[in-house]
């Protein structure tokens, strides 16, 4: 195991690996799901690395439970698979998720958000214009990008004969 503290690893389903900062990634029906619908971009190209949920307390504390657990690694997909999203990533928690009123976001968190918004009004307008409401914080590292089938044919017939070895 110790060769593979800081190896990455791509994951085949149910299979047990080591993340680059050596966690733990257990298999396939303990990791949760998070979809990102409109900031999915930014998640894949690593702007976005924090996230604020309207979740209902129950499912907050089963993002916290992963947490403590040591589950760190989940799915993220670009909407829910039930409205036929596609899994395009996998995820590390960074920190446990916790809560926090909106007034009480750092504006550094902005950026971490995906750099979409101006200002923390603006914001705080996404999520119903409430500065008093509490939300879920979930903060992350993307770990493995998956990209789908289609655009790597795309990319392996548009490389140069060079390139294909």
Known sequence: MAALENTAVT??????????RGNMILAKGDRMIISFAW???????GRKTCTRRQWKERYSQQW???????????DAWDKLPRAGGQKVARIELTCEPYHQ???????????????????????TELLGGDPDKVVTVVRFQVVTVFVPR????ELWEGM???HKS
């Open 160 to 162: 140069s004969d060079d």
């Open 39 to 45: 900031t999915v971009d930014a998640v894949l190209d």
């Open 64 to 74: 916290v439970k992963a947490w403590r657990d040591g589950r760190l690694i989940h």
């Open 101 to 123: 009123a909106l007034r009480d976001m750092p504006p550094d968190d902005l950026v971490a958000e995906g750099g979409y918004w101006s200002s923390l009004e603006e914001f």
């Open 150 to 153: 289609g655009n790597l044919v």
């Open 11 to 20: 994951l085949d389903d149910g299979k047990r690996a080591i993340t680059p």
